[in-house]
């Protein structure tokens, strides 16, 4: 099995990126991608409206995605979201009819299915506070993002306040982490069957009129 982990913070001196390089030591068969290391335009310019051509560097993050089996995104809350980068990888990469697709009672398929998912997520918030704001970056990465093309089931660690800890309390987040992929990876291979029989199940799943339209354009909002 192998695991793709998208490191979606900027900096590469940051705590997050710690954690995915630590996460993917735990795993083992894991790569990480660092996407401020990539070269893209983060603005989908058309929306979907318009297709516009994966850069060299976005066309083999999504051979990698394809290839994976597991996904795991490490990102910062910001301004309770994730940074811009994180979020035009996303827009860039994850197409309609190739992502994901809809029914023809217009309800979302994932394209991605028979691959499950961890969010990591770091913060200087305490937990209370994420709790009280609805935890809309995990909620909108999990649910609106991963899940809705099809990466499930998707654990969520959540690592923080990062600001005000030790060098010894980081310490140990890393610690853990590595453990948490550790155990991901056996999950991974006992999980194997039962992902690919709903990715299988999801695949028959008619597709709505006007499916054979280019992969990648399709009228939005």
């Known amino acids: 099995m192998t695991a793709l982990v998208i490191d979606g913070h900027p900096n590469a001196d940051s705590f997050a990126a710690e954690v995915a390089r630590s996460y993917a030591a735990g795993f083992g068969q894991a790569r990480v991608l660092a996407l401020r290391d990539l070269d893209f335009d983060v603005h989908l310019r058309a929306g979907y409206s318009r297709a516009q051509p994966l850069e060299p560097d976005l066309a083999a993050a999504w051979s990698a995605i394809e290839a994976a089996e597991h996904i795991v995104v490490v990102t910062p809350i910001w301004w309770g979201a994730t940074p811009a980068l994180l979020s035009g990888f996303f827009d860039r990469v994850l197409l ?126």
């Open 96 to 221: 309609p009819r190739r992502a994901f697709r809809f029914s023809r009672l217009g309800l979302p398929i994932g394209m991605l299915a028979g691959r499950s998912g961890r969010l990591l997520v770091t913060t200087d918030a305490p937990r209370a506070f994420l709790a009280l704001q609805g935890d809309p970056t995990v909620r909108s990465v999990r649910d609106g993002t991963m899940k809705y093309c099809g990466i499930a089931p998707t654990a969520v660690t959540r690592i923080g306040p990062v600001r005000s800890s030790s060098s010894v309390r980081r310490q140990r987040w890393l610690d853990d982490v590595a453990r948490i992929g550790a155990r991901d990876a056996e999950t991974v291979i006992r999980s194997e069957p039962k992902r690919r029989r709903r990715a299988a199940r999801l695949a028959r799943i008619p597709s709505r009129p006007g499916a054979g339209a280019p992969a990648e354009t399709v009228t939005t909002a």
